[in-house]
């Protein structure tokens, strides 16, 4: 699993254009009860755990876009970090 996971590392570098050499500190493998590698991870851990980035177009509240995510993805809690609304910017 330790390979697959540095090659996970190794592939986000090329496609980044990163060259740099990784020195491998432990040869043990993580339990798999304790997580996932990115590319293996199920997508209701994803949608239980994960964070949705919305470019949020002008007109819909920031509430109505999270209640349209809860019933996009069937889940009972959604919510939001913030709002940047341009127009309302004062400097």
Same mark, same amino acid.
Request: aromatic share 8%; no cysteine; net charge neutral.
């Given at each position: 699993? @330790? /390979?697959?996971g540095?090659e996970?590392? @190794?592939?986000? %570098?090329r496609?980044? =254009?990163? =060259?740099? /050499?990784y *020195?491998?500190?432990?040869?043990?493998?993580t %339990?798999p $009860?304790y +997580?996932y590698? #990115?590319?293996?991870? #199920?997508?209701?851990? &994803?949608? $239980?755990?994960?964070v949705i980035?919305?470019?949020?177009?002008? +007109?819909?509240?920031? &509430? /109505?876009?999270?209640a349209?995510? @809860? @019933?996009?993805?069937n889940?009972p809690?959604a +919510? &939001? +970090?913030?709002t940047? /609304?341009? %127009?309302?910017? *004062?400097?």
């Amino acid at each position: 699993m @330790k /390979e697959k996971g540095l090659e996970f590392i @190794k592939s986000l %570098d090329r496609y980044a =254009n990163i =060259n740099v /050499e990784y *020195i491998v500190k432990s040869d043990d493998d993580t %339990d798999p $009860r304790y +997580g996932y590698l #990115p590319m293996q991870r #199920p997508i209701d851990v &994803h949608i $239980r755990n994960g964070v949705i980035i919305v470019d949020k177009p002008p +007109g819909p509240t920031s &509430h /109505e876009v999270v209640a349209w995510i @809860k @019933k996009m993805f069937n889940i009972p809690k959604a +919510g &939001h +970090g913030g709002t940047l /609304e341009p %127009d309302r910017l *004062i400097i």
